[in-house]
């Protein structure tokens, strides 16, 4: 589920703005620092400290990510994607090295709130509480993404911008107050899924390049700017991730490399993309 | 970006060392160091960068050696062998250094030590571990001031011959080190102890996210005992996500190197009590004026305690510089005799660097965490040293896998 909120980050991105955003890690992990940042300034590791550092951190950046957006990606939308790539890549190593400037390189870390830090009892097997939460929260997430976009004006005109962006323009809208605001959505996600997974794992640098990598692979399998595609993909490779590890010890890692392969040899679009007209 | 950062900074280095004192009219003795300076190995090399200077800066104080002055070139490999190679020829070819040492990446440190024996300059290796470094790939150039994974694989399977766990899992991250650790580990377990059962094994990617199904298959098996070579950011993740599900009540745990304060200091108070873990540097421990004095002047520099990080860099620093001093000369060929079969007093008390493979005896700290009421983190208790010279290939043993020196 965590890839799921981040990976749908990335592809409301691209789905719109057809920008292939490589610093989505980046901002996940930009996330996770900050919440860090902001949790460990109150004292005393209450719940609600948690979910306020969870909050501001995210909104933080949210923030960020507009500032990205009109400085650095605005100029590049009309020029050739391996440009735009450049960009966003360029964009991985200033944010990397902004981040070890400010936090310095050892291990961080945050604590789970402390009425999340137990185990639920489901068929007789313990879950962890805080699992379950972020479960629960991944559909939440997909269920107001997809309202969003489908049943407000900001979320008609999105659509209307990612088929026709001139068009959008054409008719009055401000385009360009638009990708702002959907590129701040998408950092806003991952910057929500970092600040999620910083309890449940270490925060150093280089965790950037860690998630960006299985986001894709998301993304690919379930369909570039698929929403629900997305959602399909990170279920789908969970699974065959925890019966690889199960059966296969020594081999567990191929069976997600396999299923990219074969979605792209056989529907290169991804199982639930639309191919691309050309 | 990051190269040119450290670049100015060395040069920086240089500079400030140059007016510090008028015996830097002779040209000073250059070192290269190379480590990969970011992603996850980024919170064990910068504190190692500062033990190599925190040396380099005390020996020039008293004047350097053979009154010249140390100066560090230090380079980033990426963590990949490629860059390494190319980095450490740059270093030989167009720095001029004289020596070369760092390292924490097994892989860039075989792929350096062959340039080191392709152009012969006395290569250090710090950190990395794989014991292929000082056997089957050994030669006469190649040293290491640490331990490496057949060292610490066997201390951990003499620790649990004296405990009475019969099943046994095995866990680490997959690649070189996490199986080399692993196999080292049980190859020695089914010798001391026969009746040793390995009921499970689960090999997470280096840099995972999600341990919850390598969590479900260990606790599956019902193992007494589990041996993890998981490091790291990892190894915090692991621990974090496996609390909920009763993990280190249901089983025992130990973790190869976790002891050390890189991930005591951000796991905090959510460390497990009793984890059995080993360390490659405790501050608290041996209690020597060489290691109080250590742990006084970093603190003194940086403010902090010292990580692992900071031990290996300072000690291969100094074998290097006691080997100088032995062998009167800068000369590579005369400071490889010296350095053979060199004992010098470290942190860690003192520590031989054997003559035939260029391994230190440096052995193995382990313990089990404990809370202390002046420690806002786990210190190791209990602690038992399990010296090198129990451990390392026996001169036998190496005769088959090294060839002529």
């Keep these: 589920m965590f890839l799921f909120l981040i990976a749908s980050g990335l592809t409301l991105i691209f789905g719109v703005l057809g920008v292939l955003n490589f610093a989505h890690g980046s901002l996940y992990m930009l996330g996770a620092y900050l919440s860090f940042t902001i949790a460990s300034r109150f004292v005393g590791a209450s719940s609600a400290t948690f979910w306020i550092a969870l909050v501001l951190g995210s909104l933080g950046v949210a923030l960020a990510g507009a500032l990205i957006e009109m400085a650095f990606l605005r100029p590049v939308y009309r020029r050739d994607e391996l ?59 997909a269920v107001a993404l997809w ?104 081999f567990a890692l191929v069976f997600v490399y396999v299923l990219m392969v074969v979605v792209l040899v056989t529907r290169p679009w991804g199982l639930l993309g639309k191919p691309l007209a050309r | ?147 490496n994974t057949l060292i610490e694989g066997r201390a951990a399977a003499i620790l649990m011959a004296q405990q009475p766990f019969k099943r046994f899992a095995v866990t680490g991250p997959d690649y070189e080190y996490g199986h080399r650790m692993a196999e080292d580990f049980v190859t020695q377990l089914k010798k001391l ?86 360390a490659n540097f405790a501050f608290n421990y041996p209690d020597t004026p060489a290691n109080r004095d250590f742990v006084a002047k970093y603190k003194a520099k940086t403010g902090e305690l010292p990580l692992s990080g900071a031990a290996y860099g300072y000690v291969a620093t100094y074998f290097l510089a006691e080997a100088i001093r032995k062998a009167k000369t800068t000369d590579t060929e005369k400071v490889v005799d010296a350095l053979e079969g060199l004992t010098i007093e470290t942190p860690h008390g003192p520590i031989t660097m054997r003559a035939q493979d260029h391994q230190a005896n440096k052995g193995q700290l382990w313990g089990r965490l404990k809370k202390t009421p002046e420690h806002p983190f786990l210190i190791l208790g209990d602690v038992q040293y399990i010296g090198g010279e129990k451990t390392m290939r026996t001169l036998d043993e190496l005769k088959g896998l090294r060839g002529p020196k």
């Design chain 1, 83 to 141: 440009e735009q790539l450049l960009v966003t890549y360029a964009l991985v190593l200033v944010i990397g090295d902004l981040v070890k400037l400010v936090w310095g390189a050892d291990n961080r870390s945050v604590s789970r709130p402390a009425i999340l830090a137990g185990a639920v009892d489901i068929g007789g097997r313990d879950f962890p509480t805080y699992n379950l939460v972020v479960l629960l929260l991944g559909p939440l997430v």
């Design chain 1, 147 to 250: 309202l969003l976009l489908s049943r407000t004006q900001f979320g008609r005109l999105i659509r209307a911008a990612a088929s026709d962006r001139e068009m959008v323009g054409v008719v009055g809208a401000d385009v360009g107050k638009l990708f702002t605001g959907v590129f701040m959505l998408g950092a806003w996600l991952g910057g929500l899924g970092g600040g999620l997974a910083a309890p449940v794992g270490a925060i150093y640098p280089g965790m950037d390049v860690e998630v960006i990598a299985e986001s894709f692979i998301v993304v690919v399998v379930g369909g570039m700017g698929s929403l629900t595609g997305t959602l399909l993909g990170a279920l789908l490779i969970g699974q065959l991730n925890a019966f690889g590890i199960l059966f296969f010890p020594r």
């Design chain 2, 1 to 147: 970006m990051k190269r040119i950062v450290f670049l100015a900074g060395s040069a920086l280095v240089a500079v400030g060392l140059s007016w510090a004192s008028p015996a830097a009219a002779q040209a000073p003795i250059k070192i290269g160091v190379l480590y990969g300076l970011g992603g996850a190995a980024a919170p064990y090399t910068k504190p190692a960068v500062i033990g190599h200077e925190m040396a380099v800066e005390e020996i020039n104080a008293k004047g350097g050696l053979l009154g010249r002055k140390l100066q560090l070139v230090v380079r980033d490999d990426q963590s990949k062998p490629d860059v390494g190679v190319r980095e450490a020829r740059d270093l030989i070819l167009k720095e001029k250094v004289d020596f070369l040492t760092g390292m924490i990446h097994s892989g860039v440190a075989l792929a350096v030590s062959d340039v080191a024996k392709e152009y012969k300059k006395l290569l250090i290796v710090s950190i990395a571990k794989t014991a292929a470094l000082t056997e089957d790939k050994g030669h006469r150039y190649a040293f290491r001031s640490t331990s």
């Design chain 2, 193 to 278: 102890k026969p009746d040793a059962q390995i009921v499970a094994e689960v090999w997470p990617k280096f840099g995972e996210r999600d341990f919850t199904p390598h969590i479900n298959a260990l606790l599956q098996a019902k193992p007494e005992m589990v041996f993890s070579s998981i490091w790291g950011g990892d190894h915090i993740a692991f621990v974090k996500q496996a609390r909920p599900y009763g993990f280190f009540g249901k089983t025992q745990y130990m973790a190869i190197s976790q002891g050390d304060l890189d991930v005591a200091l951000p796991l905090g108070a959510e460390a497990p009590e009793g984890m059995w873990v080993s």
